[in-house]
């Protein structure tokens, strides 16, 4: 396909949680995308994607799971040329047991299935107006053989102004050319910019902990 045009592209899925499907055109540093809304759309439909350039390459990311309830699953797939038809597919992963002790200020969790991931981590950010105007948030990275964490000195600062202020979520995480946890504290090492290591990747699965004394 020639820049300036454009890709004609039929989408199959025959999940009913497909939520979400976007294109990510890269070239060097680079990109532009689309996403496409799914909801109540057929399990087979065509989309016409522009091609603004030649790029390096193309990142095709898919969301299933639309609640809090259920694991919010991703695939990325990254391509060198747009096919005419990409059928899209969930990993096989979710999360299960995702709780946090509020009196503890501890959380667990569990999880199945077979898809790649090289880390877990715990999102936390404030949501409680009674922690004023600055909107606080944390990443605990963690390794992928970890079921629970402890919140340690966060608790107290954390719930002193306002009971359930804030919002927590466990991650799957997959991060290209990271190995594991350990590789990606030594790549931090090395000068690497955390915010490139974490561009670099998505959660494959994300779920809501659910609040239990």
Do not use: C
């Not at 300036?4 to 540093?29: C, Q």
């Not at 606080?136 to 966060?154: G, K, N, Q, Y």
């Amino acid at each position: 396909m020639l820049a300036g045009g454009a890709a004609s592209i039929t989408l199959i899925s025959n999940n009913a949680d497909l939520t979400k499907f976007s294109i990510k055109a890269i070239r060097k540093d680079q990109s532009y995308d689309f996403s496409y809304n799914m909801f109540n759309k057929p399990s087979n439909f065509v989309i016409s994607f522009p091609v603004e350039f030649p790029v390096d390459r193309y990142s095709v990311l898919s969301t299933f799971g639309i609640n809090q309830s259920s694991t919010r699953v991703r695939s990325r797939n990254y391509m060198q040329s747009l096919p005419e038809l990409i059928n899209l597919k969930a990993h096989d992963f979710q999360f299960e047991s995702v709780l946090f002790h509020r009196n503890a200020g501890l959380f667990e969790w569990a999880y199945t299935g077979t898809a790649s991931k090289e880390m877990v981590a715990i999102f936390l950010s404030s949501d409680d107006v009674d922690f004023g105007k600055e909107y606080v948030t944390w990443r605990i990275w963690l390794p992928v053989t970890f079921s629970r964490w402890e919140m340690a000195d966060f608790y107290e600062s954390l719930f002193s102004k306002g009971g359930y202020g804030f919002n927590a979520s466990i991650n799957a995480i997959s991060l290209d050319g990271i190995k594991d946890h350990s590789d990606f504290w030594k790549l931090l090492g090395t000068g690497t910019v955390l915010q490139e290591l974490i561009s670099s990747g998505y959660a494959i699965g994300s779920k809501q902990f659910t609040h239990v004394q």
